[in-house]
């Protein structure tokens, strides 16, 4: 499955934005998805997922209450809506996409097998 991830951008602390992954092929919804996001000198941390039938999600501590997850299988695409933006949410977000991707390593990178370009989002204080 390739993927392509938009609607990052610059928006100030306390705004809002929408991420999109777009994904190619037909079997998109055999896949559980998620986020991650990578802050330039940081190290790459998990933001969501979500599994093949939106019937679970996982947040990372630090997003929990300000972004939620979703997806429509019917359109081959996932959406994370971020609320309540932080300068500290600044960071390169990656979609992903993995098989049997269950607790414990829903937010483990190498869970994955594939991944989106990046979309940055800018968060200005």
């Keep these: ?24 092929g037909r079997t998109f919804s055999s896949y559980d998805m998620g986020w991650f996001r990578q802050d330039a000198g940081k190290e790459r941390e998990f ?23 979703s997806r429509d299988n019917a359109k081959n695409t996932m959406y994370l809506q971020m609320n309540s933006l932080k300068p500290e949410d600044t960071a390169v977000y990656y979609c992903v996409a993995g098989q049997g991707v269950r607790v414990p390593v829903t937010t483990i990178d190498v869970a994955y097998d594939y991944w989106g370009q990046g979309t940055l989002v800018t968060v200005s204080s």
């Design 1 to 24: 499955v390739q993927l392509q991830a938009s609607g990052g951008g610059l928006v100030q602390a306390g705004g809002s934005l929408r991420l999109s992954c777009a994904a190619s």
């Design 47 to 69: 933001v969501a997922a979500i599994s093949r039938s939106s019937r679970r999600t996982y947040y990372a501590d630090s997003v929990k209450g300000r972004f939620t997850i």
